[in-house]
């Protein structure tokens, strides 16, 4: 699977948009780039995934550069329930690949 | 029922004891995981089953031995634990029939080797 590249930290004021960036260069064609976050002592959850299209659910939006090199995961108002560490993993869609981790971004919701 | 549930939440083990970690769910996803996780690191791949079959193991030492023992159930059997060993245990499960699907994790069980 692709490696993935995110900034350590971020801060983001509560109500304001959180913007998280992901660099995958080495993506390929029938690669997902899937969201997680891991709030403190909780196990991680899905937020979203895509393949090259735009994304949004009730959680985010997921917004996939047209050459696939990066992503860009978006809280649109965040709250201090979304500090965190976010997770961003490229991933072959098939059913027996595995899930790795790399070291995430962690966010920093402040009043 | 869209969770997974680990027991015990918290297990303080001596490194002679034996034990067994447990995780369970009813989504009916035929794919089930464990990973590892210490302080301040990312989640770390352990096993993998699939139909209740070991599908991966990430050349993890012989003194963690998983089990499915049908499509809901997964253990972590523990024994000779190092103190090292200590860390955050997540259980995790997905569909195999559909691609692309996220997986659903526990909150985890806690391990303290002394």
């Known amino acids: 699977d692709a490696k993935t590249t995110q900034p350590p930290s971020m801060d983001c004021a509560e109500g304001r948009a959180a913007n998280l960036p992901c660099n995958h260069s080495?993506?390929?064609?029938?690669?997902?780039v899937y969201w997680y976050r891991q709030i403190h002592s909780q196990g991680p959850q899905y937020i979203i995934h895509?393949?090259?299209n735009n994304e949004t659910n009730e959680m985010a939006s997921l917004i996939i550069t047209e050459d696939r090199k990066s992503s860009t995961l978006i809280l649109p108002h965040a709250t201090l329930r979304d500090t965190a560490v976010y997770y961003c993993?490229?991933?072959?869609?098939?059913?027996?690949?595995?899930?790795?981790f790399g070291t995430g971004t962690r966010l920093q919701v402040t009043l | 029922d869209t969770e997974v549930t680990q027991t015990p939440k918290h297990l303080v083990m001596g490194m002679t004891n034996k034990k067994s970690l447990k995780c369970e769910q009813h989504?009916?996803?035929?794919?089930m995981y464990w990973y590892k996780q210490k302080a301040k690191k990312p989640p770390e791949l352990m096993f993998v089953?699939?139909?209740?079959?070991?599908?991966i193991n990430e050349s993890v030492p012989s003194r963690f031995s998983p089990e499915c023992p049908n499509s809901s159930l997964l253990n972590l059997h523990l024994h000779a634990l190092q103190p090292e060993d200590s860390a955050l245990y997540l259980c995790?499960?997905?569909?195999?029939?559909?691609?692309?699907?996220?997986?659903?994790f526990g909150s985890g069980t806690r391990l303290t080797v002394v």
């Open positions: 995790a499960s997905s569909q195999l029939d559909r691609l692309n699907y996220g997986y659903t």
């Open positions: 080495t993506i390929s064609g029938n690669e997902y």
């Open positions: 895509g393949l090259k």
């Open positions: 993993i490229v991933r072959w869609g098939g059913t027996a690949s595995k899930l790795t």
């Open positions: 989504m009916g996803h035929r794919a």
């Open positions: 089953y699939s139909y209740e079959k070991l599908s």
